[in-house]
């Protein structure tokens, strides 16, 4: 195929995938540009997972009428002229590809009015051309975009359902919300509104909304004052981070800005996390949301298309000041009030958790997440007695169904359980358990065995290596890229030791590789198969382990791994209602 030149449509649909992923992409980018604007309001709009509709209102600055031309256009943009000015950017949306991506996949227009000016303008963008007309309007600026990838089919068909970019879109909102506690945020989707913030310049308020009152009664404040120096650069960080006693299955609500941006940085997620060193057992992770400020030019944020990561003219400085603020928090907060009284604070409602008092109640948040103390004590083997509270029911094991769910009754229904899922979670209860007492032990297997690693996994596992180690490994190189296996974790006995490895690995690619990481990879290689078919007493004996899990629900790698249908449900189902 001969070299050319692609075509401006081409190009403008390759740039938009770069920069708009999803729909929660594209609110990103618009609010970012509503921010610029100086808005003090902002209202947010979707439906159909924003694949239909998605509209951002607000009350900012708005466009002149003899820049609105050039709206649409790629490289347009009235937040940066020289490329030195790249070096400390004060904006967020300075790329000038938001409109001009946007406009390449969807059905784009815009109506705004520049507060100078008495008349507004309507722009739409259509098949390339832009059409424009006078209009009444107040001062701003409403973005308009309908049918998102129409035209990209590939794109449009790896979105995922409503309901999950529907949740999306919530976050984006909600982080940006709480950068800027000082701008009024409105979010409906569907038709309902999901979110509302007064813009009164209270962050607490905010974090409040989001993650409810009884959440936020456990957080503590985060302050080091924006003229604190660390190693001769002021670096200021602000926000909540939660008490020990509230903790989280997985590190995704740790949430992160730099200069009111919201990103995504592993190295100051791991810096909230040891802050916690010997606060939080194994597999725990806190909540947190911290706003931290530096100089313009002591952080490079034209890194990544989607500008979500940033590069630190010195990242140890920004670790440590992080982690110091956090520390400090903790240190200053005293013991404060027993975890059992938060968890009895508006808990989970389920029928089925009725049941599992007095185990660690649960606190919905937001209608979709769930927390849980992350307690690790061992789970005992079904002959022994309860040591630990129940967290699910009793359940009667009725069968199994395309060898991969177990079918189970209890006192309130009926009770699906993934077994994969389910085993993963048990798995991964127990080897916390064993590491907190320091009871994992390891075994010498019969034979060596040896494999033959891709060089992409050799470089992994050689700095995973002491985290294999850790977790009762016994490997050794064996020749260019091969390695001898000598020795694996017991709770895993019976499990191919080389099939093992290579499925960790898999799982560990793109981790921060912390002890958590190593024992989230070994349940999931370790746990038992879809199309495993399972004998009575294997089900049973998998079922009680679950019972008594902390976190039952979910697999750690956040699948469900149990699905409840209460009597009324099945029989509103059937029609006998």
């Not at 989280?248 to 802050?275: E, K, M, T």
């Not at 949301?289 to 313009?296: C, Q």
């Amino acid at each position: 195929m001969p070299i050319q030149v692609l075509a401006d449509d081409v190009v403008a649909r390759i740039a938009a995938g770069e920069a708009v992923e999803r729909p929660a992409s594209a609110v990103k980018e618009l609010i970012e540009n509503a921010i610029d604007a100086d808005a003090t309001s902002i209202h947010v709009e979707a439906s159909g997972g924003g694949r239909r509709l998605l509209r951002v209102s607000d009350n900012g600055i708005g466009i002149r009428s003899e820049e609105s031309a050039l709206a649409f256009r790629r490289h347009a943009t009235s937040k940066l002229r020289a490329a030195e000015e790249l070096q400390a950017l004060h904006t967020l949306g300075f790329r000038g590809e938001a409109l001009a991506s946007l406009a390449a996949v969807s059905q784009a227009s815009i109506v705004t009015r520049h507060r100078d000016e008495s008349m507004g303008i309507r722009l739409m963008s259509v098949d390339g051309r832009l059409q424009r007309q006078p209009i009444g309007a107040p001062a701003g600026t409403v973005v308009t975009i309908e049918h998102l990838f129409y035209n990209t089919p590939a794109r449009l068909k790896f979105l995922k359902s409503d309901s999950t970019e529907k949740r999306h879109i919530h976050w984006v909102v909600a982080k940006y919300a709480m950068a800027y506690p000082g701008i009024a945020f409105a979010l409906k989707q569907d038709g309902r509104e999901r979110l509302h913030t007064s813009g009164s310049g209270t962050l607490g308020d905010v974090v409040a909304g989001t993650f409810g009152a009884p959440v936020f009664k456990r957080m503590l404040a985060v302050a080091v004052d924006d003229r604190a120096r660390w190693d001769g650069a002021r670096i200021g960080v602000k926000g909540f981070v939660s008490q020990p006693q509230l903790s989280r299955a997985r590190r995704d609500r740790i949430i992160l800005f730099v200069n009111g941006r919201a990103i995504q940085d592993s190295a100051l997620s791991h810096a909230v996390i040891q802050a916690y060193e010997g606060l939080l057992k194994a597999g725990a992770f806190p909540l947190a949301v911290l706003l931290v400020s530096t100089p313009a030019d002591f952080v490079d944020v034209n890194v990544h298309p989607t500008k979500a990561e940033v590069r630190f003219r010195d990242p140890q400085q920004v670790y440590l000041a992080t982690q110091r603020a956090v520390r400090e928090a903790l240190a200053t907060a005293g013991e404060g009030s027993d975890a059992d009284d938060h968890w009895s604070e508006g808990g989970f409602t389920d029928s089925f958790l009725e049941y599992s008092r007095p185990a660690p109640a649960w606190q919905r948040l937001d209608g979709d997440e769930l927390f849980d103390n992350a307690g690790l004590s061992h789970i005992p083997e079904l002959a022994a007695p309860p040591d630990r509270p129940r967290t699910l029911p009793v359940l009667r094991v009725v069968g199994q169904v395309g060898a991969t769910y177990i079918v189970t009754e209890g006192p309130a229904g009926m009770y699906l359980i993934d077994q994969n899922a389910a085993h993963e979670r048990v798995l991964y209860e127990e080897i916390c358990a064993d590491i907190q007492s320091g009871e994992l032990a390891a075994r010498a297997l019969d034979e060596l065995q040896t494999m033959l690693l891709s060089p992409r996994d050799a470089e992994l596992l050689e700095a995973a290596g002491g985290l294999f180690n850790r977790l009762g490994f016994e490997i050794e190189p064996f020749g260019p890229n091969s390695i001898a296996i000598r020795a694996m974790p017991v709770p895993v006995n019976g499990v191919n030791a080389a099939d093992m490895v290579a499925r960790m690995l898999e799982r560990l690619r793109g981790a921060a590789l912390e002890l958590s990481d190593g024992v989230a990879a070994l349940a999931f290689a370790a746990a038992l198969r879809r199309g495993q078919v399972l004998e009575d007493d294997e089900m049973r004996a998998l079922v009680a382990r679950l019972e008594r899990c902390p976190n039952p629900l979910t697999a750690p790698s956040g699948r469900k791994a149990l699905i409840h249908m209460s009597s009324q449900e099945l029989a509103d189902e059937f029609g006998r209602g």
